[in-house]
């Protein structure tokens, strides 16, 4: 059975020949407009990146090389106790656009586990923050700090030719999503248990088995399998979210992996973007307290209008380019209805019911594009069922995730030689004279 080196070897040539054809064949076609809505509407809806591993239609939601969610979970090998998708089947398929076989997927989780371990200087630089600094500040330095160590820091400098940008991109990125989770697992510890003992990362364990072990809910397979599901279907939401983004904009000035990707992690922190399933969780706990328990739609209803009336948005529910419910909210909530203990848990229930009431409050309130639920809605009610209570903490496990789909395309772009990302901007006096010129 093939490597994963020895896999993208065979892939990376192919693609590099599409792209030249592209380039030949089609450099001036259109494919859109930009209007001054886009340029004044964050870029809304202009179609600007080349993003490889995954393409998000606005009804049927996100694609992983052309597989859907329910394809995935069909398709790509569990761990050896699990059913839920391994995250090392999605960096594999995320990387090569292959579905990696059982063994290959074993073999990846080895070589993560193996370089797990973090080193000396970060650990005593986690342990030196203040425990009041947000999680997702303390994963952005940790993040940053991993560049020590870069392979592809160390070989430009020496001069290396572009052909090998993508290998020590490819080693750096490896190197980065095996020590997540030693690194945010300590950030847990540091935070949430001082003084506790941290487990070392197990040679025999997959990415998250090991995560969960650190984080010492190793015994709850449940949660284990839950972080599985939910890491890997977090992974990518193409190229044009926050995150990601920011992450491929540091890379293209040749920043190594751990700067371009504690950029995203920089991104992820905003409430808009992933810090938005703490204030789920903080908004829905708010909701079941004001409440007392008993919960009705017209609760649920008035509770929606006193958020919107007082000027805030309902977190969980709207985005950028979906126009229906996340299919990842619907993977989370299948997840709940395997469970007889989260399917009658009040938190869990409560989410559902607010999926049955918030779509027709925010179509009469009638500002947001997209009045059904993101994952956000969905995916902090289950880690709070399990005990996983420290809701600052929950992006920091979307950070876990998001970096699988922001290393592959850091690949992907030095495999592709992608240039240096630099659009136009215009003051507001200068796009006046722009429009008056047409
Ligand atoms: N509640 C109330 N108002 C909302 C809303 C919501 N959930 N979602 C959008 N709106 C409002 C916007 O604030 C905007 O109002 P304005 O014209 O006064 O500025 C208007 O509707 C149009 O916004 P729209 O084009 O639909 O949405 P955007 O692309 O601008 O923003 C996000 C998308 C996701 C930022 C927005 O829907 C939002 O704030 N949602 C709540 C926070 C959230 O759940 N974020 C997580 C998103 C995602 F899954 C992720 O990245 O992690």
Request: glycine content about 8%; overall charge negative.
């Amino acid at each position: 059975t093939k490597s994963l080196r020895e896999t993208l070897k065979e892939v990376i040539p192919a693609k590099q020949e599409q792209l030249k054809k592209l380039k030949a064949e089609h450099s001036q076609t259109v494919v859109g407009d930009v209007k001054v809505e886009n340029i004044i509407g964050g870029m809304r809806g202009i179609k600007a990146m080349l993003w490889e591993a995954s393409v998000l239609d606005p009804l049927e939601g996100i694609r992983f090389h052309g597989l859907s969610i329910p394809e995935c979970q069909k398709q790509l090998p569990t761990a050896p106790d699990g059913k839920e998708i391994l995250p090392e089947s999605m960096l594999w398929l995320l990387l090569t656009g292959q579905v990696p076989t059982t063994e290959q997927a074993r073999e990846l989780s080895k070589e993560l586990a193996e370089k797990g371990e973090l080193p000396k200087f970060v650990e005593d630089l986690l342990d030196s923050l203040p425990t009041t600094l947000h999680p997702m500040t303390q994963m952005a330095i940790g993040v940053s700090a991993l560049n020590h160590d870069s392979a592809f820091q160390a070989n430009y400098e020496k001069g290396m030719k572009k052909a090998d940008y993508w290998t020590h991109t490819l080693e750096d990125s490896l190197s980065l999503v095996a020590r997540l989770p030693a690194l945010s697992a300590r950030i847990y510890r540091n935070v949430y248990k001082p003084g506790t003992d941290l487990a070392a990362v197990d040679k025999n364990l997959d990415l998250v088995g090991n995560y969960s072990n650190m984080l010492g809910f190793g015994d709850n397979k449940d949660l284990t399998e839950y972080l599985r599901l939910y890491i890997a279907i977090h992974g990518d939401h193409e190229g044009g979210n926050a995150s990601a983004h920011a992450s491929h904009l540091v890379a293209s000035t040749l920043a190594d992996p751990f700067l371009s990707y504690s950029a995203g992690l920089q991104a992820l922190a905003g409430p808009l973007h992933g810090l938005a399933n703490q204030e789920v969780l903080r908004w829905q706990l708010n909701m079941l307290k004001e409440l007392d328990g008993k919960v009705t739609h017209s609760d649920i209803k008035d509770f929606l209008w006193k958020t919107l009336k007082s000027g805030q948005v309902v977190p969980g529910y709207g985005h950028g380019v979906l126009r229906n419910p996340d299919p990842r909210f619907i993977a989370l909530q299948e997840f709940c209805d395997t469970r007889p203990e989260l399917s009658s848990s009040p938190l869990v229930q409560l989410v559902k019911q607010t999926f049955e009431v918030a779509p027709d409050v925010l179509k009469e309130h009638g500002k947001t594009k997209n009045p059904f639920p993101n994952v956000d809605a969905a995916s902090g009610c289950v880690l709070y069922e399990y005990g996983l209570k420290d809701f600052k903490y929950y992006t920091v496990i979307f950070g876990v995730s998001r970096a699988l789909g922001c290393v592959s395309q850091l690949v992907w772009a030095r495999a592709l030689g992608l240039p240096l990302e630099r659009p136009k901007s215009y003051s507001i006096d200068a796009l006046e004279k722009l429009i008056k010129s047409q």
